[in-house]
């Protein structure tokens, strides 16, 4: 879009991309605690878009789109850090429910139920999935795996909010990562495999996802909590 001038009109490119910024921010809350924001999330996301458009070359040879989609993204993790939203209660339950997953599985040899992990953390079944409430969205990849390490070293926002595709053994440690967590979504249980293949494949919101399942969101919201838990478990030696 441009002016009469042969500007590119930077507030009709805002309002038409405006959507791209509430449907990014939409999908990344569904995993992050009910005290986030919506509105602090969209805001810093439509900063990332203004910070896109002023660095956007349709030369490079990529589309807006895609270009636009990783600055918001950044831009909203940005925020994330810096507000630090997961509470320090809510990072220990989450890390309880993983341990417990992990106990579980050693032992047993296979992935526990969900009574069995209620069970080992010394709860009834209601307070447990409860407590996957009120830590829902726990990603793969804890705040404080997020920073920067010591004496200068990188975090995960470093290596993966950035483009290392030019980066040979950044490509290597990557598909290493991927292939280890196809295996670990695979010896989900059926049910958590399925809703996990929905929200990260399909792209699909938690919503649809109870629709499609027959089930509430909330219960939805305590599965994936769940399968998260699990996934962790799981990834801990890689």
Request: contains cysteine; charged residues 30%.
């Amino acid at each position: 879009m441009y002016t009469a001038k042969g500007r590119l009109d930077r507030d009709a490119m805002l309002r038409q991309h405006a959507a791209l910024v509430r449907r990014i921010a939409h999908h990344l809350i569904a995993r992050l605690p009910p005290n986030v924001e919506l509105d602090d999330l969209i805001q810093a996301g439509m900063m990332g878009l203004a910070d896109a458009l002023s660095r956007y070359e349709a030369a490079q040879g990529v589309q807006f789109e895609t270009f636009a989609t990783q600055r918001i993204r950044g831009a909203m993790l940005d925020e994330l850090r810096e507000s630090d939203w997961m509470s320090r209660s809510a990072r220990k339950s989450q890390k309880d429910i993983e341990h417990a997953v992990h106990r579980l599985e050693q032992r047993l040899g296979r992935s526990p139920l969900e009574s069995e992990i209620a069970r080992e953390m010394g709860m009834d079944l209601a307070d447990y999935q409860s407590l996957l409430g009120k830590v829902r969205g726990t990603q793969l990849v804890y705040l404080e795996d997020m920073a920067p390490g010591g004496d200068g070293e990188d975090g995960f926002l470093d290596h993966h909010v950035v483009d290392s595709a030019a980066d040979p053994v950044e490509l290597l440690r990557d598909r290493r990562l991927k292939t280890s967590l196809v295996h670990a979504i695979e010896s989900l249980p059926e049910r958590e495999r399925h809703i996990m293949g929905m929200y990260y494949e399909q792209d699909m919101n938690l919503k649809e996802i109870a629709a499609v399942l027959g089930v509430t969101e909330s219960r939805v919201c305590q599965l994936h909590s769940q399968s998260i838990a699990r996934l962790r478990a799981k990834m801990r030696a890689h």
